[in-house]
């Protein structure tokens, strides 16, 4: 029977064992399940396509027309010839007013001024600042969750103080009672000891109501059920190197400058002459010969090939205010990043100072501790003699507990102190 017993203690400690979870697995739980997840293939599928629009620039484009037109004057031979020939017998009749085409147009460029590969380097800058901005928004989901689970963590301390509080005070409580029907205390004593138990279970409730809510908001995070699961106390570690800054937002502000720069890039490109092949054909009335037109009205097919240099000239009335502007914009971003950087050196020195004050007080914790639990001992004994005062004890007790709990919460609370500067500095 006994062996039963203990098989089934230590199947159920595996069983919990095997149900802890960490802090990393909540992480990548938490990413995993995270929506913004979804935008990274988003963001690079429409950067890819957009590339590939612009590429398309530099193959021939094709346009194609049709047209039906009246106008009141046209082209005609003068009067005089016009009579002189009728003389003759030949009709010089001129171009008709209602003229018709249908044609089309081809167009290839043979040099851009590097427009399009500007074009494209730009949007590559514009896809990296927007996924740069993702990464920032996907690295504070880390704090959540580091809250989250230390947070559980501090009140699984609490709860297990407080169920040690209840254990010692259940057993001053028999013990007074049994004093009490031998008439060496008073039953106002075993009272106090109830009361003081009683208090120490609606404190229970207290808890494991602010524990649900810390596990509901981390369950919705991660997309697991941790109602009942155990949370893995993470490991002492050492305190990170905060002399280098690896931060996400150090990425975004360098991908925005290198988009500015793009967009410089662009303002120089779309200044430049472009110079390309075309050909243009129609079938229609008139045609390319004016003259055997006035005097056939008939359709014909039509057409010229050549090279083509264009250079938009009135760019250059802007070039001098939008390079400013982009100016603006690149300091502004430099002014962001200085002002990021300067509360980051803060953030970490008080970060720091924390851990060093967390340091400290632990190393006195246990002594208070063994002290408080010395006088505890020394306070029941006296109890079975029926020599101490029941409210001494109860504050012996409860200093006990308080000395518990602020080790434990000195624990954890130092532990989170090392996590937050390791987010803080992304090591």
């Not at 004093?179 to 060496?184: A, C, D, E, L, Q």
């Not at 649900?212 to 990170?240: D, H, Q, W």
């Not at 009335?317 to 950087?341: C, G, H, M, P, T």
């Amino acid at each position: 029977m006994i062996k039963k017993f203990i098989t089934s203690i230590a199947l159920s400690t595996l069983a919990i064992t095997a149900s802890a979870i960490t802090l990393d697995e909540c992480q990548q739980l938490a990413q995993a399940q995270y929506p913004l997840t979804a935008e990274y293939g988003l963001v690079a599928k429409t950067a890819q396509y957009d590339i590939e629009n612009i590429s398309k620039n530099n193959l021939p484009q094709v346009s194609a027309y049709a047209q039906a037109t009246w106008q009141n004057r046209v082209a005609s031979f003068p009067d005089n010839m016009a009579a002189m020939f009728s003389k003759t017998g030949i009709d010089l009749k001129g171009v008709k007013k209602d003229q018709y085409k249908i044609g089309a147009e081809v167009n290839q460029k043979l040099w851009d001024g590097g427009d399009v590969k500007s074009q494209q380097e730009s949007r590559r800058a514009e896809s990296e600042v927007s996924k740069a901005k993702l990464d920032v928004e996907m690295y504070q989901l880390r704090k959540r969750i580091n809250d989250l689970f230390f947070g559980t963590l501090l009140l699984q301390a609490k709860a297990k103080q407080n169920d040690e509080l209840q254990k010692v005070l259940s057993s001053n409580l028999s013990l007074i009672n049994a004093n009490v029907k031998g008439g060496t205390a008073m039953e106002s004593d075993a009272e106090t000891v109830k009361a003081e138990l009683l208090s120490a279970r609606q404190q229970r409730i207290d808890i494991e109501e602010a524990e649900k809510a810390y596990r509901s908001m981390l369950s919705i995070f991660t997309g697991k059920n941790l109602s009942n699961e155990v949370l893995e106390m993470p490991a002492m570690c050492e305190t990170p190197n905060a002399d280098a800054l690896l931060r996400p937002e150090i990425r975004l502000y360098e991908a925005q400058k290198a988009f500015w720069n793009a967009q410089k890039n662009n303002v120089k490109a779309s200044l430049m002459p472009k110079v390309g092949l075309f050909a243009q054909g129609y079938y229609g009335y008139p045609g390319y010969n004016m003259f055997d037109d006035m005097l056939h009205h008939d359709f014909s097919f039509n057409f010229m090939v050549g090279v083509k240099v264009q250079w938009n000239i009135g760019g250059l009335y802007r070039k001098k205010a939008n390079l400013q502007k982009i100016d603006v914009a690149q300091n502004d971003i430099s002014a962001q990043q200085e002002v990021f950087l300067f509360n980051n050196s803060i953030e970490t020195q008080q970060e720091q100072s924390q851990i060093s004050n967390k340091q400290r007080q632990l190393s006195a914790d246990q002594e208070i501790i063994d002290l408080r639990t010395s006088v505890r001992k020394a306070t029941e004994a006296k109890l079975s003699n029926g020599i101490i005062i029941v409210n001494d004890l109860v504050r012996y007790i409860t200093d006990e507990n308080q000395a518990k709990i602020a080790k434990s919460v000195h624990e954890i609370e130092l532990l989170k102190s090392i996590y937050d500067l390791k987010f803080t500095t992304n090591k």
